[in-house]
Structures are given as structure tokens and as C-alpha cells.
């Protein structure tokens, strides 16, 4: 599969780009580890670095509880740096080697370099790798201030499309707009989808047991109860298609309303239309947007099969 930066459709240079503010004065921040994975990553962040105009500042870090001596770290960075540059890597960028638990450094790391955006991979779906995302790559998406990109290599060819859950909270209104220059860029088609309640429906009406009276009052009951879904589906289909034209968006897109769980709903739409790339929103470090993180983002970083860019609202 020819390499573009999380994405499978086409680029094309639109103004304004990604991330206003980027351009040499601005880096992506790139955790790498010691996996194979890592040389995906770094050509990633290379094409990235390419289409924002940014440079690259890859860091590793090594555990203080593995045995070496600190005559060694020379000899550790050395490694690092020619690994990186055996990638050809054309962008401007910085080697960092930091010694240290990779979460906290990492976070260290955002506080001072303040960049674009953070990448980060996910693994296969071993109990390894989940251990990994929960340990490291979920601290961050909880923790951090930066747009967070989960990259994932792509076992299968995808559709130019960006899937954009939102909810009706102001960061909904950002994430969109963000969506919207992405699509742009990648002359991609957006589709934007809110998941709501399970509506419940149903009377109070007296049905007898049995018998020819209680079948005509069932039919009769189920005819209204698909007037009604009917009639809530068109009314929520109105609430998100007038919320969306409020947001003078430029690239194509679809909506879509979806009653359930909203994971298991979003993945659903996921593995349906294989979308390039997901973007979602987190809200704020309180305890509900934690939970929020929790139930519904945490679960389709894992378990969903594309990259997908966390995009953080401002505290």
C-alpha cells in the first residue's frame, strides 16, 4: 500500500492547512519504542511533516530499570539516531533520548515543545499491545493538551472517507471545522454521525392476553409504535443536518443517525464503510469526560481498524 500520512485517499495543498499556526516553527512530537512498528511510524511522521510543514522531533525512552550502564547511553543514542536516519527521513527533525517511564516523559515532552500533534502507534490487538495502549498511548489521550493521532497500519484498502462522530457540545463545532479542512485536504468525503438513546416507545393501553382481540390491538400497536420510530428518526435526522449546515462546512458529506451504544454503534459504521481515518473529540479532564473516554474513545482506539486523531478541546 503506497504510504500517505494515516490516510488512503488523495491530497491536494488547500489553504488553510491542518493546525493553523504550524510550518518550521512547530514539530510533531513522535514517541517511538524498539518494535518494527517504528519504522512505519517515522515515515509516517515524515509524510506528515511534509503536507503541515513542520519538522519531527522522535523520542525514545528507555526504562531506568533496565540494566545498563550509563557509559551505555552513548551507545544507545548513536543506535537511535541511525535508525532513524536509515528511513531517509526528508523532513527537518530532532533526535530525543530521555531516560525515564515513557508516559510521564512523554508528557514532559508535550509541555516543552508544545507541538502540532502527537503520534503514536497501536499495536496488534494482543493482551501485550492492549497493555501497551492502556499503560502509555490511553494516558496520553487522557493527560495530555495536543491532538493525539493513533496510527494503525491498514490491512486492507480503504474508502476516501472520514468518519466524524460528534455530540451538540461546543468542541463538536471545532472538531468539525477540523474535520472539514482535513477532508479538503484529502479531497475526502466527511461522514458525520450521532449515535442517541435507544428511543422506547409504547402505551398504556390495555391488551388482553389472547385471542383474536389481542392480535388486532398487537398489529395495531406495532403500526404506531413505526410511525413514531419513523417520526423520531426524521426529527433527530433534522436536529443533526440543521446543527451540521450551521457549521459552513466546504467538503462533501453525509449524515448519518444511529440509535445505541455509541462504540459499538461508531465501530459498526466503522468496519461498514472503512473510512481512511476517524476523528473524535475528547471533552475535558473531569470525571465525566474521563468516563466518556472511557466507554466510547478508549474502546474504538483499540478496536477500531483505521488511524483515528483525538482532537482535545482547550481548558
Not at 533520548?97 to 502527537?118: Q, T
Not at 493521532?149 to 466524524?164: A, D, F, P, Q, R
Not at 388482553?208 to 413514531?228: N, T
Amino acid at each position: 500500500m503506497e504510504l500517505r500520512p494515516a490516510f488512503n485517499g488523495n491530497s491536494r495543498e488547500v489553504s488553510p492547512t491542518p493546525f493553523k499556526g504550524g510550518f518550521m516553527d512547530k514539530t510533531l512530537l513522535v514517541p517511538l519504542d524498539n518494535t518494527e512498528v517504528s519504522e512505519k511510524m517515522i515515515r509516517e511522521a515524515d509524510a506528515w511533516a511534509a503536507h503541515l510543514g513542520s519538522r519531527v522531533s522522535f523520542l525514545h525512552v528507555i526504562n531506568p530499570n533496565y540494566s545498563w550502564g550509563e557509559e551505555k547511553k552513548p551507545l544507545f543514542e548513536e543506535r537511535f539516531e541511525k535508525a532513524i536516519h536509515s528511513c531517509e527521513v526528508k523532513s527537518q527533525y530532532e533526535v530525543l533520548f530521555r531516560v525515564g517511564k515513557p508516559y510521564p516523559k512523554i508528557l514532559e515532552m508535550e509541555e516543552e515543545l508544545k507541538p502540532l500533534m502527537i503520534l503514536m502507534a497501536a499495536h496488534d490487538h494482543t493482551v501485550l499491545e492492549r497493555l501497551f495502549l492502556g499503560s502509555n498511548t490511553d494516558h496520553i489521550l487522557h493527560h495530555g493538551h495536543t491532538p493525539v493521532m493513533v496510527y494503525k497500519g491498514l490491512s486492507e484498502e480503504m474508502e476516501n472517507k472520514i468518519l466524524v462522530p460528534i455530540d451538540y457540545t461546543d468542541i463538536s463545532r471545532e472538531l468539525l471545522q477540523k474535520a472539514d479542512e482535513w477532508a479538503l485536504w484529502h479531497d475526502a468525503k466527511m461522514m458525520i454521525m450521532h449515535v442517541d438513546e435507544v428511543p422506547e416507545y409504547g402505551g398504556d393501553s390495555y391488551m388482553m392476553e389472547s385471542g383474536f382481540f389481542r392480535q388486532k390491538e398487537q398489529e395495531r400497536a406495532e403500526e404506531i409504535e413505526l410511525r413514531e420510530q419513523d417520526h423520531e428518526l426524521q426529527r433527530l435526522q433534522n436536529i443533526l443536518d440543521s446543527y451540521v449546515q450551521e457549521q459552513n462546512l466546504q467538503a462533501n458529506y453525509e449524515t448519518f443517525i444511529r440509535f445505541g451504544t455509541p462504540y459499538v454503534k461508531i465501530l459498526d459504521m466503522q468496519k461498514a464503510h472503512k473510512p481512511a481515518m476517524m476523528m473524535m473529540a475528547a471533552h475535558s479532564h473531569t470525571a465525566i469526560g474521563r468516563m466518556l473516554m472511557g466507554s466510547n474513545t478508549d474502546y474504538l482506539v483499540h478496536h477500531a481498524n483505521c488511524p483515528m486523531l483525538i482532537f482535545k478541546d482547550k481548558e
